[in-house]
């Protein structure tokens, strides 16, 4: 049984910033990567950003400079630091954990979300 949760969601204004932060836990053994994925309305989920356990990242181009993730290993956390918010980031924020758990064996594993909304 793994868990993933996410926070630090909210309602900004245009230019503002947010911190989310999602931690695993549970049976999970080791994680490859943690990623934040978001979903607008009427629109396909898409990757924000992704963190491998040896840090590597990649970001999706349009919050690049923007858009900072980073993360502890030893908590299982992953942390999405959001700059210069923009009307366009607003929606449905996911966190997923990708790794092997002693119960289930490895996949993602995904949390409940948290909404953003940026206000112009």
């Known amino acids: 049984q793994v868990q993933v949760a996410e926070s630090g969601g909210g309602l900004v204004q245009t230019g503002g910033s947010l911190r989310l932060s999602c931690a695993a836990s549970g049976s999970i053994i080791r994680i490859k990567a943690m990623t934040w994925y978001r979903q607008a309305p009427g629109k396909q989920r898409e990757l924000v950003a992704t963190?491998?356990?040896?840090?590597?990242?990649s970001y999706v181009d349009s919050v690049k400079g923007r858009f900072t993730i980073a993360r502890d290993n030893a908590r299982n956390t992953v942390y999405l630091q959001m700059n210069s918010l923009k009307p366009e980031d607003t929606a449905v924020y996911y966190c997923?954990?990708?790794?092997?758990?002693?119960?289930?064996?490895?996949?993602?594993?995904w949390g409940q979300g948290t909404q953003v909304t940026v206000s112009s």
């Open positions: 963190i491998t356990s040896s840090g590597s990242t």
């Open positions: 997923a954990a990708e790794g092997w758990s002693s119960s289930s064996g490895y996949g993602g594993y």
